[in-house]
Nanobody, 114 residues
């Protein structure tokens, strides 16, 4: 089975940046779709950005022009570079893979506050 460890979250002021990492262990995720989800306080979990099994990149509206998702298959790691952070970006950010292999990470907290 696959296990994920997310890191890189923290407290940042509005307009700031963070880079999240999601390291997978257990098997290679090359050719497996992976994505970043988030769940804000009192909100439903939502997809933010994802990398297809063919390594194409996709973004939901909330992430467009501010976030960049990437994957390093050699390191079995997915990243999320978040710039121009807003108060509403406050959430637990989780990584997930789906398709041939399905797994969720435990999440990393991102808090945007002045």
């Amino acid at each position: 089975q696959v296990q994920f460890v997310e890191s890189g979250g923290g407290l940042v002021q509005p307009g700031g940046s963070l880079r999240l990492s999601c390291v997978a262990s257990g098997r290679s995720l090359r050719g497996i779709a992976m994505g970043w989800y988030r769940q804000g306080p009192g909100k439903q979990r939502e997809l933010v950005a994802w990398v297809s099994s063919e390594d194409t990149l996709h973004y939901e509206d909330a992430a467009k022009d501010r976030f960049t998702v990437s994957r390093d298959n050699a390191k079995n790691t997915m990243y999320l570079q978040m710039n121009s952070l807003k108060l509403e970006d406050t959430a637990v950010y989780l990584c997930r893979c789906w398709g041939l292999v399905n797994a969720w990470g435990q999440g990393t907290q991102v808090t945007v506050s002045s």
